[in-house]
């Protein structure tokens, strides 16, 4: 890959992974657009890699008192907190993404990674963004979630599956027509992505390992490391302002870009 190619990516990447904007649809969109070679699998790994461990570092204190606390709660005489809880709801809404993810793997590798399909989704679920923002009471604080609230948005997620959904957008969006808060949303939506994102890796790493390719390590590792920086940004500045400035420029850049996809298709 030239440097370019690998910067350009791993930006990208890193951006709009934690962005309600689908990270999926820009990486396959960015070789139409830009005239690469599809990066493969191996570079896929890196920057998904460089985003996870960008949000564990941002959440690192988050996660530590919640596995301290979700493991104390299984001991005899262990008692429930609002950190266990919270525990078990990522557990409950990682769920759903991990066995429709199984069951339609080869249709989402194979047919609907098209243009028209990014597109449909790009458009549609930035309408759902919109309509779920302004429709939210927004009066949920991330301690308010419970287990059939992250049920919800765990069934949303598995949505994401589909290439342009953004996982991060539709879980928001849930998030938001429970009544949550953005920012309360916006966070429970990175907690949820750990583990997501972490199965994504072990998985398209088992594929990786299977296909024996060759593996350019001075250019997975500048992947990893542009992806962190990007993602961590991205997360930092994104909580920081969602709720001063709403998801309607998010929704608005979705609708944009999808009729530009059909411009290109069709005119």
């Not at 957008?169 to 990175?190: D, H, K, P």
């Not at 997360?235 to 979705?254: C, W």
Request: charged share 10%; hydrophobic share 55%.
């Amino acid at each position: 890959m030239e440097t370019l190619q690998i910067i350009l990516l791993a930006l990208i990447q890193g951006f709009t992974e934690f962005l309600p904007i689908s990270s999926s649809a820009h990486l396959i969109l960015a070789p139409y657009v830009f005239g690469y070679a599809d990066q493969g699998l191996a570079f896929d790994l890196a920057v998904h890699l460089g985003t996870l461990l960008a949000v564990v570092l941002y959440f690192r204190e988050e996660i530590l008192a919640m596995l301290r606390d979700w493991f104390a709660s299984l001991t005899p005489g262990g008692q429930a907190t609002a950190n266990s809880r919270l525990g078990w709801d990522i557990i409950l809404a990682t769920l759903p993404v991990m066995v429709v993810g199984v069951l339609i793997k080869d249709l989402v590798e194979h047919q609907l990674r098209a243009p028209q399909v990014i597109a449909a989704t790009t458009i549609v679920i930035g309408l759902v963004l919109w309509w779920a923002d302004r429709a939210s009471k927004r009066n949920l604080a991330i301690g308010s979630m419970n287990l059939k609230h992250a049920l919800f948005i765990g069934m949303a997620q598995a949505l994401a599956l589909i290439p342009g959904t953004s996982r991060s957008g539709i879980t928001m969006a849930a998030a938001l027509m429970l009544g949550y808060t953005r920012e309360a949303a916006s966070r429970f939506s990175f907690l949820l992505s750990i583990p997501t994102i972490l199965a994504s890796v072990i998985w398209v790493g088992k594929d990786l390992i299977s296909a024996n390719q060759t593996v350019h390590w001075q250019d997975l590792g500048l992947g990893v490391l542009l992806s962190f920086i990007a993602a961590y940004t991205t997360i930092h500045f994104f909580l920081r302002f969602i709720e001063r400035i709403g998801m309607a420029p998010f929704a608005i850049y979705r609708l944009m870009l999808g009729v530009v996809i059909l411009g290109f298709l069709y005119l």
